[in-house]
T-cell receptor, first 112, second 116 residues
Framework: TQLLEQSPQFLSIQEGENLTVYCNSS?????LQWYRQEPGEGPVLLVT?????EVKKLKRLTFQFGDARKDSSLHITAAQPGDTGLYLC????????????FGKGTKLTVNP | GAGVSQSPSNKVTEKGKDVELRCDPI?????LYWYRQSLGQGLEFLIY????????KSGLPSDRFSAERTGGSVSTLTIQRTQQEDSAVYLC??????????????FGSGTRLTVV
């Protein structure tokens, strides 16, 4: 059972465009994390959100945690080729084990 | 070291052979995790170590898989009698405290295992 569904699975856009990636679940999470992974490397943590409705901004990236803490979104403004990579969301279960549950990821390609 | 170190970075082995994958976490990180990433799949949890507590082995796919962590630091993941379906990237991560999912993981670059 895939607890976290990410969409879209693949996204190819031109430099300068905006995009949003979604991470959805029927389960409640105590925290939601976003990672970015480049080929041949491990995922790198971008942000952690822990409060329902929380919005965090990291330069051109905006992360939002849903009010019910079941979903999250990542919005990128004016995408650049350097944003290319696999974006993974990961949820921490409230009162559960400490291990994170990962979505399958969104593979983003930004073309110059 | 400054980051999580994994070795080897690539391993090609024949079906039926045993392999050992090594992970050296960030110094002072008490939590250590092993995940497996197959093509088109997300990260699949394998095993979790937290301090001196008994490891959470709930993600190990079969009894051919085992892992240990010596002295609360270096960890070794062993796969016995490898099968072609074991081919994947094996990722190790560490975290400062564990005990809460709010701390992010620091991942190593992974070991790409190919079973031929």
């Amino acid at each position: 059972t895939q607890l976290l569904e990410q969409s879209p699975q693949f996204l190819s856009i031109q430099e300068g465009e905006n995009l949003t990636v979604y991470c959805n679940s029927s389960s409640v999470f105590s925290s939601l994390q976003w990672y970015r992974q480049e080929p041949g490397e491990g995922p790198v943590l971008l942000v952690t959100v822990v409060t329902g409705g929380e919005v965090k901004k990291l330069k051109r990236l905006t992360f939002q945690f849903g009010d019910a803490r079941k979903d999250s979104s990542l919005h990128i403004t004016a995408a650049q080729p350097g944003d290319t990579g696999l974006y993974l969301c990961a949820g921490g279960r409230q009162g559960g084990s400490e291990k994170l549950v990962f979505g399958k990821g969104t593979k983003l390609t930004v073309n110059p | 070291g400054a980051g999580v170190s994994q070795s080897p970075s690539n391993k090609v082995t024949e079906k039926g052979k045993d392999v050992e994958l090594r992970c050296d976490p960030i110094s002072g990180h008490t939590a250590l995790y092993w995940y497996r990433q197959s093509l088109g799949q997300g990260l699949e949890f394998l095993i979790y170590f937290q301090g001196n507590s008994a490891p959470d082995k709930s993600g190990l796919p079969s009894d051919r898989f085992s892992a240990e962590r010596t002295g609360g630091s270096v960890s070794t993941l062993t796969i016995q009698r490898t099968q072609q379906e074991d081919s994947a990237v094996y990722l190790c991560a560490s975290s400062p405290l564990g005990g809460t999912p709010n701390y992010g993981y620091t991942f190593g670059s992974g070991t790409r295992l190919t079973v031929v």
